[in-house]
């Protein structure tokens, strides 16, 4: 796996030099490789527009005839027009082009492992995260923690037939991929024959805003073996399409970019411009009845003006049992400065207490290289949680994980932010976080105050 990363890295140099950055880069690889897999496996791409043709060409002939196929293949149904959605052409030298497609002609990429492949696939998407931070937090999740929330959550599609799992805000894929490698592994590959077909083409679902995520999620999921839909568009603004999910993993995108106005959502109990607290109700009613679900959330999320009216509804509706306060860092470097925690719920059931762990509080920040973020931290947590993904397990109160009842989280207006240990770290002259991350959170923070002051305006006007 790591040599084909690497490889596929080492394409990315070659596009470079003609002006390509990294995530044209990777999209137009996907172009490439999903035309030679599709040629590999006999799939139905019109005569004169697949892999052989195109390897054939040379000169401005190549260049002319890629942008041709790339034109033909998005007008076509299925899957080849998802991947294919206005597809450019963004290389301007031939020389480059046919290199890259001759590089990818080494190798007989549906004959590769499924789990070489897919992890090639997510090592070239974290670097090129990693390379270009700017947006890149939108959406890319670190992987430990996308780990640690698909351990704890087990979406066992098996014992359920129509059994789906959802990331209303997908991204690359991360966390659906996560949740199909995790069952590979709990059951070691070994699914009945009937279950499999149903699970790789019927379970796993996103949605997502931006089409060149969109069509890395499916290309992702595509390497891995699964062919469920991906929909392109916007999760909250658009009429919600009905369809229940027992499952819902999701990272909504922070900021506040494109948040000017509510949602004309009926479904929606609690009017607010918020994007994230808008998720959270889209995820409340997109859950089937005793669905799960894991939502990351920043700071100002739980405590911002209409957090308390959101919380207070979903409580009514959900047993909000567990949240995580993930530690500085967790994000770096695609969103440094941004703290940030994981609510986890299950509908049905009403709320009577929350728990929560403070994986925050004297711990030293994330940082890239020094210190980066691995699976083996959210240990404790896992343990901690219990082996009940629905947060039944039985519980012990320790420093870093406190129960706090119905009564405290009403006399606190149903805001979440809630600590109660110390931060030395705080008042630590070497263990402070740098003036980037500082200035970036300060950043966020006046942000969320602006929505709140909009929100004000709004219903001072009204």
Known sequence: MNNLGQKLWNFCHILRHDGVDNSDYIEQLTYLLFLKMGDERGADIPTGFDWQTLREKSGTDLLDH???T???????PGILSKIYNSAMPRLANPQNLKRLINLIDEDDWTSLNVDVKGEAFEDLLERSASEEKKGAGQYFTPRPLIHSIVRIMQPDPRPV???TICDPACGTGGFLVAAYEWLMHETGGAIDRADIKRIKNQTYYGYELVPRPARLAMMNLFLHGVTSDVFIGDTIYEPFDKRGYDCILANPPFGTKGADQSPDRDDFMVTTTNKQLNFVQHILTALKKSGRAAIV??????????????FEDLMKQANLHTILRLPRGTFTPYAQGVKANVIF???GPATDAVWIYDARANVPGFTKKDRPLTDKFF???EIAYGKDPNGRSQRTEGERFRRFSMADI?????????????????DDETTRAEPLE????AIHNLEGVILDLKEIVKLLEA
């Open 379 to 381: 240990a404790d947590f």
């Open 345 to 347: 719920l299950q509908k």
């Open 70 to 76: 790339l034109n033909t293949l998005q007008r076509q």
């Open 438 to 441: 500082l200035a970036t959170e």
């Open 161 to 163: 037939k129509d059994f």
């Open 297 to 310: 959330l920043p700071d100002n999320v739980l405590f911002e003006s209409k957090a308390g009216d959101v």
């Open 66 to 68: 890629y942008a041709l």
């Open 410 to 426: 009403k006399a606190r207006d149903y805001k979440l932010d809630i600590t109660w240990l110390k931060d030395a770290s705080l």
